[in-house]
């Protein structure tokens, strides 16, 4: 009966440690969510008064909502012409001298900290 009860124990601990770090991964995002939903109900409350407000809100989240699933339900248009050509672009190759801002700003980096440490 004792290894019944330590296999129980063992498992309410991995599922507890499961929940944990599925709440851990998800709590930024659903704090996030609720702190953008309120404020939308802030500006809602503000821009139509509390009494209109909600009836307001479902309205746009309809809308949202279609718009959204109108979205995922989309497919990839299909080409007109099966005989469609590529556009081949010729890509320069990168030479001696050329910079790009990237290095650019490593260098102004660079720069700096070897004037700050000059004083």
Do not use: C
């Amino acid at each position: 009966m004792d290894v019944v009860v330590w296999i129980g124990w063992a498992l309410v601990a991995l599922l507890g440690v499961l929940w944990s770090l599925v709440w851990f991964l998800i709590s930024g995002w659903v704090s996030t969510l609720l702190q953008v939903a309120l404020f939308i109900a802030a500006i809602h409350v503000f821009k139509y008064g509390w009494r209109q407000a909600p009836a307001e809100m479902l309205r746009n989240t309809r809308t949202l909502g279609s718009f959204l699933w109108s979205w995922l339900r989309a497919r990839d248009p299909k080409p007109h012409h099966p005989t469609t050509r590529a556009v081949v672009r010729i890509v320069r190759v990168k030479e001696f001298g050329d910079v790009n801002i990237s290095t650019l700003l490593s260098l102004l980096m660079l720069s700096g900290l070897a004037l700050l440490s000059r004083l």
